[in-house]
């Protein structure tokens, strides 16, 4: 009998403008992956920017990666129309094979208090992830530069040697 | 001292070489090819074609790292600055200021022009060179990824410059709207198929690439004297399509799928594309596609996630 009536009251999942409008910048996602060498450190970011009318608390959660990637806070608090940075380390360990592939996705939940009553608003997240692709090389290749100076020192050293030695002979003479 | 004069020998002569080869001029001392009469001399002053010798990083206002540009939430603009300095050898006068151009142009394609001015400074400039400063308006829809600026000047005869090596990453942006309310105003305890009043639930992408989304549901509890009383969240069912003979929405797990107790699932059908207000939106369809009289419900109460604050979630995947 009670399951053939209606039910007459509203039933309200959420309601009202959205109050967590916000939204995250990537500087890598799929089509541009992040390419690293095998015992490189790499920072990158996410940027969140609240576009809604009142402060957020944003939670960013590492959901996949965590064996290369880590987040410097997991707490943000952005104010209306500012923007927050989310720094992100990546390490991928020495030996690790070139082609090796690896997925860094964060999750960014709103934990800003909901409204009371029955109104309640549909919380909004955001998932943002990026490729991260092992490539040729070594880290001590990253400072090929500084491989060049080795060079010109030896260069150098041979130089003065050659100058010493002549001097020496010189003397003797 | 014979092996010093030898030392020294190669050395002198290695020097000599070296200058030989570095300075095109250096052998030209010994030449017999050398005017020693009289000559006449006409001089015709043509106009030299300007150049740009250097273009800066593309600076955005919503920030700037690693020279990069940031899209604008909530379907904004964002504006970016980059400057010029050119050059012409006739002189900074004969640079025509008007012909100041700037375009940026995307991976996709999208070409984008710029306004120019003269700046009001030129730090260490030449009394030759200029430095324009542009500005161009980026919206929130353009495609991520590589752009080109290309700067562009004449001088008063028309010669054109063009530099196009200047690049900078427009990064990728993710955000979304949606239409807030989800309610049944009057559900039947017996009937299955039962949609929200609030189909079609809009959803508008304010990023710039395209959106999928999940939803994560909760089980709603009566709000009156009942309160122990659930509506499970696998009751719910959600759907980018809607309609036909079975009705879209509800026709799990054929075309939709039903929500699952605080755990996100993807709704098919819905990909909130990138583009132009009134071309970024998809719709979501809610539906109660099983009967409920198993549940015995109080009619009387109202049924809400107000009693356990557990929120429903949207989630862009």
């Known amino acids: 009998m009670k399951g053939a009536m209606l039910v007459f009251a509203l039933v309200v999942l959420a309601a009202g403008v959205i109050a967590d409008g916000f939204g995250v910048t990537s500087e890598y996602y799929s089509e541009r992956p992040l390419e690293i060498r095998a015992g490189e450190s790499i920072d990158t970011f996410f940027v969140i920017q609240d576009n809604g009318g009142s402060d957020l608390t944003i939670e960013a959660i590492l959901l996949e990666g965590s064996e290369v990637a880590s987040l410097s806070e997991n707490i943000y608090e952005v104010s209306t129309s500012a923007t927050g940075q989310v720094n992100v380390r990546v390490s991928v360990p020495q030996g690790t094979p070139v082609g090796t592939e690896y997925n860094v996705k964060v999750l960014f939940e709103s934990v800003s208090e909901g409204e009371g009553g029955e109104s309640v608003n549909f919380q909004t997240n955001i998932e943002s992830s990026f490729p991260v692709i092992v490539v040729e090389g070594t880290s001590e290749q990253l400072g090929s530069g500084e491989g060049s100076n080795f060079w010109i020192w030896v260069l150098a050293a041979v130089i003065v040697l050659i100058i010493i030695i002549f001097a020496v002979l010189k003397a003797r003479k | ?317």
């Open chain 2, 1 to 317: 001292m014979v092996k010093a004069l030898v030392f020294f020998a190669v050395a002198l002569v290695s020097v000599v070489v070296l200058m030989g080869s570095a300075s095109a001029g250096f052998f030209d001392f010994f030449k017999k090819d050398v005017r020693q009469g009289p000559v006449d001399v006409g001089v015709t002053v043509e106009s030299v074609a300007p150049t740009i010798v250097f273009v800066s990083n593309v600076a955005g206002d919503v920030l700037n790292i690693h020279g990069t540009v940031s899209p604008r939430g909530g379907g904004g603009t964002t504006v970016t600055r980059v400057s010029f300095i050119a050059e012409d050898l006739n002189g900074a006068g004969d640079l025509n200021d008007a012909s100041a151009g700037m375009r940026y142009r995307g991976p996709g394609g999208t070409a984008l022009a710029g306004t120019c001015g003269v700046a009001p400074t030129c730090s260490g400039c030449a009394v030759t060179q200029k430095n324009y400063s542009c500005n161009a308006d980026m919206e929130y829809y353009y495609e991520p990824g590589t752009w080109t600026v290309n700067a562009s000047i004449k001088d008063n005869s028309a010669n054109l410059a063009v530099d196009t090596k200047r690049t900078f990453q427009y990064l990728l942006y993710r955000e979304i709207s949606h239409a807030g309310n989800v309610n049944w105003a009057g559900i039947s305890l017996v009937d299955s198929n039962q949609l929200s009043d609030s189909n079609p639930f809009l959803l508008t992408n304010l990023g710039n690439a395209a959106l999928s989304v999940s939803v994560t549901g909760y089980g709603l509890n009566g709000t009156g004297a009942n309160p122990e009383d659930q509506i499970p969240a696998s009751n719910f069912s959600a759907s980018g399509n809607t309609g036909g003979d079975p009705l879209a929405e509800c026709d799990v797990p054929a075309q939709a799928v039903a929500l699952s107790q605080g755990v996100p699932v993807t709704v098919p059908g819905v990909s909130v594309p990138r583009g132009l207000p009134g071309n970024n939106q998809d719709n979501m369809y809610f539906c109660i596609y099983p009967s409920l009289s198993s549940l015995n419900l109080n009619p009387g109460q109202g049924y809400s996630t107000s009693a356990t604050g557990n929120q429903w979630a949207i989630t862009i995947v």
